[in-house]
């Protein structure tokens, strides 16, 4: 028997190594996780992983993830608006650093980026975060276990407001 949740995985830039934490996760945790992405991305033989391919266009695969996603479901994702769209359905979201995103902390984030693109488009900053590292795979793979563990999880949702 599957869990009653499913992990949603924005796999268009989703790093391999983080892809690989994800697949042992849904075998061992019997969690339906779903990539989608506007290419092909390769799955591992197991019932509980499959992926989906959308059109190319711009914010294709987000857009199929808000569509088909369930309020309690996990989306894996650094796009802090797709994030913010996974908030505003009662769905958590987790980058592929570890760090979830949820109602008290997804607007400082989307402030933040915003600064950081004007000033990276006004040329004061140049480049983005630091390449992914043990660490960050690390931590990443701690907060799907606590979020995919029956109890913590029940206290993610009883924490969650009730929609409006």
Not at 118 to 146: I, T, W
Request: charged share 25%; proline share 5%.
């Amino acid at each position: 028997m599957s869990a009653s949740f499913k992990i949603w995985v924005d796999a268009d830039a989703c790093p391999n190594l983080i892809k690989n934490v994800i697949f042992r996760l849904a075998d061992n945790r019997q969690v339906d996780v779903v990539l989608v992405s506007n290419h092909y991305v390769k799955t591992p033989n197991s019932r509980f992983v499959s992926a989906k391919q959308v059109g190319k266009g711009f914010d294709e695969a987000d857009n199929e993830i808000i569509a088909l996603m369930s309020g309690g479901d996990l989306v894996v994702t650094g796009d802090l608006p797709l994030a913010n769209d996974v908030i505003q359905k009662r769905g958590f979201a987790i980058n592929p650093r570890g760090t979830v995103y949820d109602e008290e902390n997804i607007k400082s984030h989307l402030s933040r980026r915003d600064l950081m693109e004007d000033l990276r488009d006004s040329g004061v900053v140049s480049g983005g975060p630091s390449a992914l590292n043990k660490k960050n795979v690390q931590e990443f793979a701690n907060a799907c276990l606590l979020y995919t563990s029956p109890s913590p999880r029940d206290g993610l949702l009883s924490r969650m407001p009730s929609s409006a």
